[in-house]
């Protein structure tokens, strides 16, 4: 049953400012925040020159997942992952999916949420047979406290802890979760500062691309994902230039996920993308050196399995979000021995 929030957690990352202000540190807006007001996240609240998080143990989201639809398809693969959200998210993106539980509370709507606290999200992941905990749906950095505590416990028990996120979460609430944050899947969501300002909503392409770089250097396991948008985003030019910087900032052992859009929310004036599209940005992908290109929203096509970078044996076949067939053994190819990347044990 969903129902009206009904509690509040002080907030992590924030320091106070004069006149009751605050300043939040856990995103890279670094929202200054006036007595009786929210940041762009619409889930973090200034109460007399304290910050409260509005949605720590409210889900308004759960459920069981395979991991390849986060999607990770070099974590685990063919394993099942708890996924959970609260409502908000520190992004405007015209095309959001999820906009019906992302955008409310940043445009005035209610809070809301079933109250799961940590310790029962990872009872019911472990009764469900999963082997992580995914954070996802909206973005986990504004749920960040609630996050984290899962994570801590979640740790205990052995399972794994995935973000799927928009890359802008701040170095230090990132350092923080680290020792308990096992991969992360990080829409680079185009490669423009225009892109970013006009259909993200205001944020910064370079503060995204530090994030990467932050995971990378911070050891966790990093998939990237872009939605390829007609008109917008599908430029050879641009996806090359996607491909060149995970390549050389990244490393060519990181997946790519380059996924069709479909029209939604606002941005219902562009088509679907074109097979082709999402089939050439797979092409500019393994020519550019990345080992693991990815084709998503395209059920049954080719670009979703796992080929061995060494002698190009299927590894793993797919079809949608289904594992049809794996035949790594010990993380390792086969036919070849050539180790693959990613958490395969």
Not at 4 to 30: I, N, S, W
């Amino acid at each position: 049953m969903v129902r009206k929030e009904t509690a509040m957690k002080e907030a992590m990352f924030f320091e106070k400012r004069g006149d009751k202000k605050v300043q939040c540190g856990l995103c890279r807006f670094r929202c200054l925040i006036a007595d009786g007001r929210r940041g762009l996240c619409g889930v973090r609240e200034n109460r007399a020159g304290v910050l409260y998080s509005l949605v720590y143990g409210k889900a308004v989201a759960e459920q069981v997942d395979p991991i390849e639809k986060k999607p990770l398809f070099h974590v685990l693969p063919g394993s099942l992952s708890y996924s959970v959200a609260t409502m908000g998210c520190n992004f405007r993106c015209r095309h959001c999916q999820n906009h019906s539980i992302s955008q409310p509370p940043r445009e005035g709507g209610r809070i809301e949420g079933r109250q799961l606290m940590p310790d029962e999200i990872v009872a019911k992941a472990l009764a469900a047979g999963c082997r992580s905990i995914a954070y996802t749906y909206t973005e986990p950095t504004i749920f960040f406290e609630y996050a984290y505590d899962t994570a801590v416990l979640a740790h205990r028990k052995g399972l794994k802890n995935i973000f799927v996120t928009n890359g802008y979460i701040s170095e230090e609430a990132l350092s923080f979760i680290r020792p308990y944050l096992d991969a992360a899947n990080i829409d680079l969501k185009g490669f423009t500062d225009s892109f970013y300002r006009e259909v993200v909503g205001g944020a910064v392409l370079g503060e995204v691309l530090e994030s990467i770089r932050l995971h990378k250097r911070l050891g966790i396991w990093l998939e990237i994902t872009t939605l390829v948008i007609p008109g917008l985003n599908d430029s050879d030019e641009e996806l090359a230039a996607i491909a060149r910087f995970i390549v050389d900032e990244v490393g060519c052992e990181t997946p790519w996920h380059v996924s069709s859009f479909h029209p939604t929310y606002h941005l219902t004036d562009r088509s679907a993308t074109p097979y082709a599209t999402v089939r050439r940005a797979r092409q500019i992908g393994i020519a550019a050196g990345l080992r693991y290109v990815y084709v998503g929203n395209v059920p049954g096509d080719g670009g979703e399995n796992t080929w061995c970078p060494g002698c190009h044996a299927p590894l793993v076949t797919r079809r949608g979000f289904d594992v049809e067939d794996i035949s790594v053994r010990n993380g390792k190819c086969p036919s070849c021995g050539f180790v693959l990347d990613g958490v395969w044990q």
